[in-house]
């Protein structure tokens, strides 16, 4: 049986394909059973404790616009509150999810190159592509919470391991924390690669959302590059896949574009605008007490725990989204308290959870040109525009409403905090920004303090199994 291990080979037993998975002397044999395990690969990160609901939920939560109510750790509480020990199942369940993902990106490389590649002809360098991918991911999904952003140092700070060697037995756990810029070395090389060899589109918009095709790869590459700081790049990656005006679009791949109704982007998951998102139906779930819609929609509604509710001092107290905007009808009110309604599916939840969307590539864009251009500039305030007016068409921003390039910025970051609540993106604008998350209150009840970048708490802990079983990470 081929494993699947995390960071460290002790977990080797516990993650192993089913009983009727080919060994891995037959594995290679066929395209069909190479294929069937890069499906695999996308398995891995939609696991509960990944991409398919607990990153965005852990993302958000830590920041300021969600405030906690249930106590129960089991349900994002410590990551809410910042109170995470090394112990925590969170912190070694989504250290684990990684890893697990990773090797098994790494023994399909493995394989590949030792039988694959000529089993599979020309669909080769696909499926390599794909495995990368997924490992590009996996990785920055890592560095998010257990590194210090990019930009404190440039990249000079302890990273996590960088696993690039599939792990099948014993003798393999040792090894030391590459340097962030090393890490993201990698994911921009393993990008780079996706870009050159996936395909430009698939055969159905459902492909083309659940599986990376060259636009995915490049707007990964926007997202790293932000997380970075290097605006220059961002700039030279989104024009690929942006027009020079609007109405934006991608001339190239899969036309991605804004959808005209912002609802229309949660209720139909394969739209153009949805370039990467995990998929659920009937016969794949998302995991218990796991799924996106149990956390924010109020408890009771459709068998969802209500666990955290909009923050009235966060970005739903914001008084420049006006009641116009049609993202605030995202929203139920219950009990006295508004929930994020993005999510509406009754249990057991199958609504896909969305990890990158045309409107950040545009977004991104828009911020990387201010903060590299002299002037207010004509496009980055018509990228922003774009954004705003689909769900507000009220609000139409001029250069004349920006004094200076900051004040752009601030525009453009205030537009992602309100486009992406609830999509686990919050916290990674202030990780890069290397900002404070801010302070935050219950009503009558906890306070959580602001956590400064100097704080102990500003990153997870390493998991204390790690720690248990590979002797050089510190």
Excluded at 387 to 392: E, F, S
Aim: glycine share 6%; proline share 5%; net charge negative.
């Amino acid at each position: 049986m081929i494993l699947s291990t995390t960071g460290c080979v002790k977990d080797a037993n516990l993650e192993t394909f089913s009983r009727t998975s080919f060994s891995d002397a037959t594995v290679f044999e066929t395209k069909d059973r190479i294929e069937n395990q890069v499906r695999g690969l996308y398995a891995g990160l939609r696991a509960s404790n990944l991409l398919g609901s607990r990153y965005l939920i852990y993302n958000d939560v830590r920041a300021e616009n969600f405030l906690s109510n249930d106590p129960n750790r089991v349900t994002a509480r410590a990551a809410w509150e910042f109170s995470e020990a090394d112990t925590d199942n969170e912190v070694n369940n989504l250290w684990n999810a990684c890893y697990t993902v990773i090797n098994r990106a790494n023994l399909f490389l493995d394989g590949m190159v030792e039988k694959g590649n000529a089993v599979a002809g020309e669909d080769a360098a696909r499926f390599n592509a794909e495995a990368r991918f997924v490992r590009a991911v996996a990785y920055y999904s890592l560095l998010q919470f257990f590194a210090m952003p990019y930009p404190d140092g440039n990249g000079s700070k302890p990273g996590v391991p960088l696993r690039l060697v599939g792990i099948k037995g014993g003798g393999m756990n040792d090894l030391a924390r590459s340097t962030v810029a090393q890490v993201y070395g990698q994911i921009i090389d393993d990008l780079n690669f996706a870009e050159t060899n996936l395909p430009l589109n698939y055969s159905s918009a459902e492909l083309n959302t659940i599986r990376a095709h060259r636009n995915t790869a490049i707007a990964f590459k926007v997202r790293a590059y932000l997380s970075m700081a290097d605006y220059p790049s961002v700039v030279t990656e989104a024009n690929k896949i942006v027009s020079a005006s609007a109405p934006f679009a991608a001339s190239t791949g899969v036309a991605h574009a804004l959808q005209a109704n912002i609802a229309d982007v949660f209720s139909n998951y394969m739209t153009t605008e949805s370039i990467f998102s995990m998929p659920f139906n009937a016969n794949e779930q998302p995991g218990g007490q796991s799924q996106l819609g149990f956390y924010y929609m109020p408890n009771g509604v459709g068998g969802a725990a209500g666990i955290f509710y909009l923050n009235p001092s966060g970005i739903w107290g914001e008084p420049s989204w006006t009641a116009a905007d049609e993202r605030r009808d995202m929203t139920v009110v219950n009990d006295g308290k508004t929930w994020l309604s993005k999510y509406p599916s009754p249990g057991p939840f199958l609504d896909w959870a969305p990890i990158i969307r045309y409107s950040d590539v545009l977004l991104s864009l828009s911020e990387a040109i201010a903060r590299t251009s002299s002037t207010v500039d004509t496009r980055a305030v018509a990228l922003l525009n774009a954004v705003r007016n689909r769900a507000d068409a009220t609000t139409t921003f001029t250069t004349g409403d920006f004094a200076t390039n900051d004040a752009l910025i601030a525009a453009i970051l205030l537009e992602r905090n309100i486009e992406f609540l609830g999509e686990g993106v919050r916290s990674l604008d202030i990780l890069r920004l290397v900002q404070p998350f801010p302070a935050k209150a219950v009503p009558g009840g906890v306070s959580v303090n602001a956590v400064a970048p100097s704080n102990q708490a500003y990153l997870w802990p390493l998991p204390s199994e790690e720690v248990r079983y590979n002797k050089l990470i510190n």
